[in-house]
């Protein structure tokens, strides 16, 4: 059953870099867009009585709407919401006073969630441009603990541990890796933190959320997997309300998000509207109550010949959605 625990507002879909992996649809928002500061915030108000008690941020680049992310911060400080994190590419800035001068608004907002630097070898950011954006957060909030990397992985379930290396090198950490994957930056400050049962933020922790690349849907090559993804029931961050840049809100924390058989109407609509059109969603549905494994059998046994395998759950619900089975 969806049952939205947080809002994220993407305030833009604006960005300063073209990776070949993003699905954001950069014609959303601009002049006349129903997602404002004051809708956000009637938003906020709305939700907070139906239990939704987290706010995040993600784009496009949030930070080219420092005015709307400053705005709303403030907002949901003051009407007692948690925050969840921030998407960043870490690179959006020209110089580093007009990249400090954003983080201390936010700062001063009183974010204090997480900021999640999206960094892989599809950003190929440079790795000095993001050493410069993390030692700023982590100086101005004070804490070594306050940001996270975010790695697709590539197509063959590798990392970029080329970039990441080199991150940690520059940050004076050594890279935590399980089986061989990259899996947090650290340094011996926060190791002497743990041995002593500490938790002050002292050293620098940064843990390594890695992600599986979700191919496009028309990628024959998503369909060669071996086994059958399993059903979860967009557990944990998809119940959520995802607003666009242009106030459509979507019921899908990930890049299907942009399909219109995921949206269930604006910013502008009523908590009661906007639950209602997700319940008559027969798609949503599947999502979060028959689960798209079921869905998957329905089809195969109603003789729909799928093009293969694929254990990307994501995949297979933007699949749908684009092929047009999704209604």
Not at 14 to 29: F, I, P, Q, T, Y
Not at 196 to 218: E, H, N, R, V
Not at 231 to 236: K, W
Request: proline share 4%.
């Amino acid at each position: 059953m969806f049952t939205p625990k947080q809002i994220v507002f993407a305030p833009t879909g604006a960005c300063n870099l073209n990776c070949s992996h993003c699905r954001v649809d950069r014609s959303r928002g601009g002049n006349g867009s129903a997602l404002t500061v004051e809708t956000a915030v009637a938003f906020l108000d709305q939700c907070l009585a139906h239990e939704i008690d987290r706010v995040g941020f993600s784009g496009g680049e949030p930070f080219l709407a420092i005015d709307f992310l400053e705005a709303v911060s403030k907002a949901s400080v003051e009407r007692g919401f948690y925050f969840d994190r921030l998407m960043t590419n870490a690179t959006w800035f020209d110089d580093v006073d007009t990249m400090r001068g954003a983080l201390q608004r936010l700062y001063a907002a009183g974010f204090d969630g997480t900021i999640a630097v999206s960094f892989d070898s599809y950003h190929a950011a440079p790795v000095e441009k993001v050493l410069q954006f993390i030692k700023a957060v982590t100086g101005i909030w004070q804490r070594g603990d306050c940001v996270e990397l975010v790695s697709v992985l590539n197509r063959d379930g590798t990392a970029a541990v080329v970039y990441i290396d080199e991150l940690a090198v520059g940050l004076s950490a050594l890279v935590k890796r399980e089986g061989g994957l990259p899996m947090a930056i650290q340094d011996q400050a926060y190791l002497e933190t743990v041995r002593q049962g500490l938790d002050d933020g002292s050293g620098l922790y940064i843990p390594i959320l890695l992600m599986p690349y979700s191919a496009a849907a028309d990628d024959p090559v998503a369909w060669q997997a071996s086994r059958w993804f399993k059903d979860d029931y967009c557990d944990g961050p998809g119940n959520l309300f995802f607003v666009h840049p242009d106030g459509a809100v979507a019921a899908c924390c990930g890049f299907g998000n942009e399909n219109p058989q995921l949206i269930i109407g604006t910013i502008q609509d009523s908590y009661e509207r906007l639950m209602a059109s997700a319940t008559a969603n027969s798609h949503i549905r599947d999502c979060y109550e028959k689960g798209l494994g079921r869905k998957r059998q329905e089809m195969e046994a109603a003789g729909v010949k799928l093009p293969g395998k694929t254990d990307d759950i994501c995949f297979f619900c933007d699949w749908l959605c684009r092929r047009g089975t999704a209604e």
